[in-house]
């Protein structure tokens, strides 16, 4: 099976993030705008992290693409793109839609603008595979699931292949905490078995900043060290995934 890991928004915890990945050689994708809410990275930042981690666009400013005409969604695409490059001295390959929204309108512009692939969030939590390559979907998000969250994020299967359905059902056997919410580290394992007896693709994701803020790196590092012992698992950046 395949694993892969996207980070977005730049925040400055993501060197948290490098000193927990690199040393379990667990490759990862900072997914990043030139300005939003949530960065904290300076541009020298970037250029340090990209050392490690494959930087993906976020867009320039983080908006709803839909909700922009196609002049200034492609300006928010494409100067994002040449805004990392210039940075990295990299290729920019792949990109992350802000807000995990998308339509035809957005995902034509991404290809046509020179990224290999594309990223979502919204609704398509536990899938075992690719939809295409505008169409990357996500696994789990490290962050604490309550019960109406995780089923907010599940009762909408993206196509045939989603998880979704089983998830729900065998969710209810899972404890809550007193604040309602289930464990991280569980509902994660739980997933990972499952992705990995169809050998699947398992796409963890989250922001650093919100990892701090629910103190869950302690769940996520136990995870990852999980998954570290399964050799049989291939780990791959986000834009590697169309070229396995």
């Avoid at 040393?23 to 904290?40: A, M």
């Avoid at 299967?157 to 979704?164: A, D, M």
């Avoid at 905490?177 to 991280?184: K, L, R």
């Avoid at 994701?205 to 302690?218: D, M, T, Y």
Wanted: aromatic letters at 14%.
């Amino acid at each position: 099976m395949i694993f892969t890991t996207s980070w977005d928004d730049g925040s400055i915890y993501d060197y948290k993030l490098l000193q927990l990945l690199k040393p379990l050689g667990i490759k990862g994708t900072l997914y990043i705008s030139k300005e939003s809410k949530y960065r904290s990275l300076t541009d020298n930042d970037v250029k340090f992290l990209s050392d490690y981690f494959e930087i993906g666009s976020h867009s320039l400013s983080h908006p709803n693409l839909t909700t922009l005409n196609k002049v200034n969604a492609e300006l928010e695409i494409l100067n994002s793109k040449i805004y990392l490059e210039k940075i990295t001295g990299k290729q920019c390959k792949i990109f992350g839609y802000p807000y995990g929204v998308f339509n035809d309108k957005t995902k034509e512009i991404v290809k046509r603008n020179g990224y290999i692939g594309a990223r979502i969030v919204n609704q398509d939590f536990c899938e075992g595979s690719i939809l295409d390559n505008f169409h990357l979907p996500t696994t789990i998000q490290v962050c604490k699931h309550t019960k109406k969250l995780t089923r907010e994020l599940n009762i909408k299967p993206s196509n045939q292949n989603s998880l979704s359905s089983q998830f729900l059902k065998d969710i209810q056997t899972f404890k809550l905490n007193a604040n309602n919410e289930y464990s991280w580290f569980g509902l994660a394992e739980y997933i990972f078995n499952v992705v990995k007896n169809q050998d699947g693709v398992f796409h963890i994701w989250g922001h650093s900043w919100e990892i701090e803020e629910q103190n869950l790196w302690g769940e996520l590092e136990e995870f990852l060290k999980l998954i570290k012992k399964n050799h049989k698992v291939q780990f791959l950046t986000n834009s590697e995934l169309f070229w396995k």
